[in-house]
């Protein structure tokens, strides 16, 4: 009775797929990032110091961020434990979930184009509702060569580092991977936290015409793929501390290579297109 009752209960899976289990994490992420993404958009409409001097919205601010933090790193925390607990991970789910990654960036390049196309748009056929003039003679546009041109070079020099720590881990030299990816990690905190300067010192809004709405919703939209970016470096981080890298199995890092760099690149097309020609 008790052997028959074991292989009922017992799954015998003859296929080297994943049968993906219900999870809370999408529908959580998914909210605490819409609720994130437009607590942004007042934040850059009503300015930092009127934002933060209405309770509620500050609030709301660091409630989302928080939970958006922890949902993100509890959903990875899964995925892991499915990997390297469960076995779940064979080498064609591996596959799949690099056709996955792709596609992801595929759509996110198609993303950031469409705001690139509205930017270029209003820049070569300005409207006679900003003075037919890019940018707007309202709008005192950022200098492309203070902080923008400190946050590109700190964001390139994050891929150097990015790059050693891929390259060590290669050699199976973990204590120099492992450098690389805290020096990745700290200059992409250094990179958001230079972005928020930016942001509080601009003298323009978001609701101001064309030029604002589409410089914040690409920067800002960069800025926050560069803090996801972090977060899946900061898990790497953890795995690779704890060994579940080698030389020859490193799946969630590369992934978080691909991710960083393609964040790499989006940046040096804001940056040489919205900073510089844009204000020429």
């Known amino acids: 009775m008790k052997t028959n009752m074991l292989i009922k209960n017992y799954k015998f899976i003859n296929h080297p797929y994943q049968i993906v289990e219900n999870s809370p994490w999408p529908f959580i992420i998914g909210m605490c990032a819409f609720m994130f993404m437009t607590l942004n958009g007042v934040f850059l409409s009503f300015g930092c110091s009127t934002f933060y001097s209405i309770g509620i919205f500050k609030n709301l601010y660091n409630f989302s961020f928080v939970i958006l933090f922890l949902s993100v790193f509890l959903w990875w925390y899964d995925m892991i434990n499915e990997s390297v607990i469960e076995g779940a991970y064979t080498k064609k789910v591996q596959l799949n979930i690099f056709i996955g990654m792709i596609l992801f ?3 996110e390049i198609m993303f950031f184009f469409g705001f690139f196309w509205a930017y270029f748009h209003f820049s070569l056929n300005p409207l006679d509702t900003i003075q037919a003039n890019w940018p707007p003679v309202s709008v005192e546009s950022i200098f492309a060569y203070g902080l923008p041109l400190i946050n590109t070079v700190i964001l390139l020099s994050s891929g150097i580092t990015l790059t050693w720590s891929h390259f060590a881990l290669f050699k199976n030299n973990k204590n120099e991977s492992v450098i690389g990816l805290v020096l990745t990690i700290i200059l992409g905190l250094i990179f958001t936290h230079i972005q928020l300067i930016e942001f509080y010192l601009a003298k323009f809004t978001i609701a101001d015409s064309a030029y604002g709405s589409v410089f914040y919703m690409l920067t800002g939209l960069h800025g926050f793929h560069v803090l996801i970016g972090t977060i899946f470096l900061c898990v790497a981080l953890l ?3 704890c060994n579940f ?8 890092f590369e992934l978080a290579i691909w991710y960083w760099h393609f964040v790499d690149v989006v940046w040096l097309f804001v940056f040489s297109g919205i900073y510089c020609w844009g204000n020429a």
């Open 239 to 241: 795995r690779l501390i």
């Open 245 to 252: 890298f080698n030389n020859t199995r490193f799946s969630g």
């Open 105 to 107: 960036i595929v759509s």
